[in-house]
């Protein structure tokens, strides 16, 4: 058997970090899914412990495959022990030994049912809200029939784009705007050009295909890290090499920044470049603030909004920067959420197996939300903001829409 083709260096950081556990068990209190499951083992169990055995190719058993990648053990454990790394690794490794099922080979790749559903958006939409429909996709592909699936908008964020005029300025930054915003909420991508533009900036916006972290996080490491690269190279179109990259997904944004590189072992100066230009839209909003340079001409927003800062965005070690610019915008009467994990974790929870599971991780958080009863749920990444409004029927925005009306946008 042939293992995978990893950066060597990066695998060997990750890997010698499992020497560094003492056992303190931080992580298996964290993790959300061994709280509610017995079929996963825990962080510290499947991660160090197990890896000790893998021999750097074969599991000791199957439970690393309910691992959710949410990475929160990563981030809390005291010892630094990158678990959801090794985890991430030994995932691919097992759907390498055992094949990749036809759904997962779909959920993967974003582009593929956004490019299907948009010229026909209206019946791809009526479809996917089809309970027929959805049974017989339960039962033969094994997406479950109540997971939650976006809505076709019928156009793309690019096209939009394309035809927007720009005013030429000296200040100019480049949009990552990911899969979700180029087939489903191309309005996200309209908003985010408002906010730079009000503040002065050109925005440019090459044409971009998927990041690979679907790939990824599905065990398909070779096309995930072919993704990452190819699209690290068209984000350094010619005469933007120096410009700040703004990304307005946190888990794509993450994956620019650090997991390519770290997980995948993907290794190309312009990936170098790239992951060290990206910023998450409110970092770089809130670092302008900083700065003195943010615009607050802000009229008053009288709504109550939710705030539920995403695993992925909390993994980018940033703070909750969203939090701290919409507590600007007068009239806004703002909830933190305090929860970890939606229980998504980008495509987990719409598979047959896992979305009963993903439902629990989820539930104090959709508890707290329909006990507060706000106007609006606000959160950075799209999956999450999918399964909140399907658990809790509450509307989900982008914390930067609010940010978008507070400029008196709609
Ligand atoms: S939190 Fe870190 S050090 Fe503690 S048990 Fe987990 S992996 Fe080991
Ligand atoms: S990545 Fe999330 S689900 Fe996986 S072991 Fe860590 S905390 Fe648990």
Redesign the pocket.
Known sequence: MTTLSWGAEAWAEVRLSLDHCIKCTV?ET?????AVTGLFP??KT??PQAERFRAGEHSPDLSVDY????????RVCPQEVR??EL?SRARAELKRERGIPLRDQLVARPGLLGRTGRPVAPLFNWAMANPLIRYLGEKTVGIHRKAPVPKSVGRTFSYWVSHHRSVPRERRVVYFHGCSTQWYEPHVGQKVVAILEHNGFQVVAPRQDCCGLPLQSNGIFDAARQAATRLARQLSVSGTEELPIIASSTSCGLMMKREAREILGADTAELRSVSSRTYDIFEFLLELHQRGELRTDFKPVPLTVAYHAPCQQQNQLIGKPALEVLRLIPGLRLLELDRSCCGIAGTYGVKREKYDIAMQVGEPLFADILAAGPDLVACDSETCRWQISGATGATSVHPLEILHRAYGGS
Do not use: L, Q
Request: glycine share 20%; aromatic share 0%.
């Open positions: 992580c964290a993790c959300p899914v061994a825990g962080p499947v991660g691992c959710s990648g949410c990475g929160i053990c990563s678990i959801a985890n």
